[in-house]
C-alpha cells in the first residue's frame, strides 16, 4: 500500500469545509415536549412575562409596606385579616389601609399590597396580626417578569434544547418550536463485510460493526439516519450511490474504502461527483485515511472502516460539521488532570488521539494509556474511560507528567 503524499492538518481542513458548506438543513416545527435533543432553528422570544403576576415568594401576609412604617417590638403595627390568597384562587378584591391578606407561596398578590410579611415574622390575634418591624417595598415578593419577560430571547438559534429548556417553553405557554431536521446518508462499502444479523462470519468475512457506531454517534447528535446499505468496492457503484444520497441528506457518510490501496475506490467516485473541497487524509493518529468532500454545497465525509479510527473521523469532522451547519457550539465534556502511568511518544505535525484508563488511587488520578497504535483494536474503545489529545506540536508526554483527559465515563476507583 503506497502512503499519503500529504497529510491536512485538522484545522486547515475543517476551515475549508465549513467555508464551502452552503447548504442548511430543513426547518420543521415538533411539539415542545419532543424537542428535547434537536436545534432550534430561529431565536425563540418568550410571548409572555414569567411569572404573569406579581406573586407571594414565602407563606405569610400581604401587606401594604407603607402600613409597616414604624413597626417595633415595643410598637406594632395591628393589621386585619381580611381574606386569603392561594395558588390558582387569589383574593377577590383589594386589601386598604390597615389591612392584610393571609398568603401563600406562588399565589397572585392582592391588588393593593406590594409585600409579604413570613409568618415567622408576624403574630396572628384572633382577626389582626401583630408587625413586629417595617418591610420594604416587594418584600418576599417575586414580580411579574422577574424570570422572563415578555419579547426576552428564551433559546437562542443553534441551542440543543435540554428537558429542563422543554419546562420553560412549556411555563411560556410554546406548544411547538422550529427546530432543524438533520438527516444523514450512511454508507459501507467493503467486500469484506456483512451485517450483523449474518452473524457469525464466514472466513475472510467480517461484521459492519463500524456501521452501529456512527449511528449510535449520529442519534447522540439528534441527527435523522437512513443506512444505505453495504456498496462493493467498484467505483460506479459507489458514484451511483454518492449521487443518489446527495440529492436526499443533508450529510452523506461513507465507512470505509478511503486509504490509498487498490480496492480503496470511495475517494475516486466523490472525485467523480466534481467537489468544491476534497480532503484526502489528516494529521491524525489513529484516522488518517479519514477524509472529507463538500459537494454541491453539502458535505461528503469519507470515514476510515476501522471503528476506532472512524470514531476520530467522526469527531473531527460529522461532529463539527452539524454544528456548523445548525449554528450550534460544542458542549464540553468534563475534563481531569491525572498523572501518566508511563511514556508516550507520537509523531510531530500529527495530532493524536489515545484512549486511556483514568483511576484513582487515594487521592490521585492516573491515566494508564492503552493501544497507542491501531485504529481497529477495538478493546480500547469499552476498556478506556478517558481520551489524551496530544497536539500537533508535542512529540508526546513524559511517564509521571500531569495531563489533561477528556472523560468518556466514570472514574475507577483502585485501592
Do not use: C
Amino acid at each position: 500500500m503506497k502512503g499519503f503524499k500529504t497529510l491536512a492538518p485538522i484545522a486547515e481542513a475543517q476551515r475549508a469545509v465549513f467555508s464551502a458548506i452552503a447548504h442548511k438543513p430543513s426547518v420543521v416545527a415538533v411539539p415542545t415536549p419532543q424537542s428535547v435533543g434537536l436545534y432550534v432553528a430561529h431565536d425563540i422570544l418568550a410571548p409572555v412575562d414569567v411569572p404573569p403576576f406579581d406573586r407571594a415568594a414565602f407563606d405569610g401576609f400581604a401587606v401594604r409596606s407603607v402600613d409597616t412604617i414604624g413597626a417595633s417590638r415595643t410598637n406594632p403595627i395591628m393589621l386585619k385579616v381580611v381574606g386569603k390568597s392561594l395558588p390558582g384562587h387569589g383574593y377577590r378584591g383589594a386589601i386598604g389601609p390597615g389591612e392584610a391578606v393571609e398568603i401563600a407561596t406562588g399565589a397572585p398578590l392582592p391588588d393593593g399590597a406590594d409585600a409579604v410579611v413570613p409568618y415567622e415574622e408576624a403574630v396572628h390575634r384572633g382577626e389582626y396580626i401583630e408587625v413586629y418591624k417595617p418591610v420594604p417595598q416587594y418584600y418576599y415578593v417575586s414580580r411579574r417578569g422577574e424570570d422572563v419577560s415578555a419579547g426576552d430571547v428564551v433559546l437562542k438559534r443553534g441551542r440543543r434544547i435540554k428537558p429542563w429548556d422543554v419546562g420553560v417553553l412549556a411555563s411560556l405557554g410554546i406548544k411547538e418550536v422550529a427546530v432543524y431536521k438533520v438527516t444523514a446518508g450512511l454508507i459501507s462499502t467493503g467486500n469484506e463485510l456483512i451485517e450483523l444479523e449474518e452473524a457469525p462470519p464466514p472466513a475472510g468475512k467480517i461484521i459492519n460493526s463500524t456501521r452501529h457506531v456512527i449511528t449510535a454517534l449520529l442519534r447522540e447528535l439528534g441527527v435523522e439516519t437512513t443506512y444505505l446499505g453495504i456498496v462493493p468496492d467498484d467505483v460506479d457503484a459507489i458514484h451511483r450511490v454518492l449521487k443518489e444520497a446527495l440529492v436526499k441528506f443533508d450529510i452523506v457518510i461513507t465507512t470505509g474504502g478511503v486509504s490509498v490501496g487498490e480496492p480503496d475506490h470511495v475517494v475516486e467516485a466523490v472525485r467523480r461527483l466534481k467537489p468544491e473541497v476534497l480532503i484526502h487524509g489528516i494529521a491524525a493518529r489513529p484516522g488518517r485515511p479519514n477524509s472529507v468532500a463538500v459537494v454541491g454545497g453539502k458535505p461528503v465525509i469519507m470515514l476510515s472502516g476501522f471503528p476506532v479510527a472512524s470514531i476520530v473521523g467522526f469527531e473531527v469532522f460529522v461532529k463539527p460539521v452539524i454544528l456548523h451547519m445548525v449554528g450550534a457550539r460544542e458542549e464540553p465534556l468534563p475534563v481531569a488532570v491525572a498523572t501518566l502511568t508511563r511514556r508516550i511518544t507520537t509523531p510531530i505535525n500529527v495530532r493524536s488521539f489515545v484512549r486511556v484508563r483514568v483511576f484513582r488511587q487515594g487521592r490521585e488520578l492516573y491515566a494508564e494509556p492503552l493501544a497507542v497504535t491501531g485504529s481497529g483494536i477495538l478493546s480500547t474503545l469499552t476498556r478506556g474511560n478517558g481520551l489524551l489529545i496530544i497536539p500537533e506540536n508535542r512529540e508526546g508526554y513524559d511517564e509521571g507528567d500531569k495531563v489533561e483527559i477528556v472523560l468518556l465515563g466514570p472514574i475507577e476507583e483502585e485501592k
